[in-house]
């Protein structure tokens, strides 16, 4: 017995504590490394636990392994784009970015891996998990919009999901550039983006105005709209000639 006095109880862990236990290992490790250079092993020596153990968990292998901590990473990415609907769009949308490109940051290998496919495990599962973030983002943002979904919003919804593939290859791009230029310049931009989106939009689409007209209203003086046009109007002002006689 130590002098210290009795040693820290052991607390055996739940079936979902254990399981949550691997898989935040196992995301740990997909994380910087693709997935098919990371074995069942290696999450039991990370997670301090024995590989019959994780076969326990996950009788189908690596597989059912990297299918779930897919899961769970796409849970925290969906949850990503969850803002209360108050405030400014764009503000809405910079803490959402915020969010996202800090997961991006942390599970960079992880993050290249998972959309950009080619993986030695990738299945139709693995993909529709991918796109399932894909779509509930889009979703969140156009509930931003207020807008509805139907024959009149199609442009719209295209608009925003084409939008959403650019925040992913933004992403892919930042990466491989060695994560430059600094985060904070790269949100500002992809919310410069989807003004610029939104707007062109909205100048062929009158759903579309709607609904980029009570956006704008909500914007402030001082904020990232205002500045745009303050810095856009320069680059255009020699083209008078375009709008004709």
């Not at 779930?68 to 764009?90: D, H, K, M, V, W």
């Not at 909500?218 to 002002?237: I, N, Y």
Request: with cysteine.
């Amino acid at each position: 017995m130590s002098s210290s006095g009795t040693a820290p109880a052991y607390r055996r862990l739940s079936v979902d504590e254990r399981r949550s236990q691997l898989l935040s290992h196992a995301l740990g490790l997909f994380a910087h490394r693709s997935p098919e250079d990371v074995s069942l092993d290696d999450v039991a020596v990370s997670a301090g636990v024995s590989r019959p153990l994780v076969y326990r968990y996950f009788p189908g292998g690596k597989q059912q392994l990297y299918e779930a901590a897919l899961r769970s990473a796409a849970n925290r990415l969906e949850q990503c784009f969850a803002e209360p609907p108050a405030g400014p769009l764009t503000a809405r949308l910079a803490r959402a970015l915020d969010r996202y490109l800090a997961f991006v940051d942390e599970h960079d290998a992880g993050f290249m891996a998972l959309l950009q496919g080619g993986s030695v495990v990738e299945t139709s599962r693995t993909t529709a998990i991918v796109d399932e973030v894909r779509r509930d983002a889009a979703e969140q943002i156009l509930t931003h919009l207020e807008a509805e979904a139907g024959p009149g919003s199609a442009r719209l919804r295209l608009a925003v999901r084409t939008w959403i593939a650019a925040v992913e290859a933004a992403s892919l791009i930042w990466l491989d550039e060695g994560k430059r230029p600094p985060l904070s310049e790269l949100r500002d931009w992809l919310v410069d983006h989807f003004i610029a989106v939104l707007t062109v939009t909205a100048a062929s689409d009158e759903a579309a105005a709607a609904v980029t007209r009570r956006a704008l209203a909500m914007e402030e003086s001082d904020g990232p709209v205002a500045h745009l046009v303050t810095r856009a109007l320069p680059v255009v002002a020699d083209a008078g000639h375009l709008l004709g006689p």
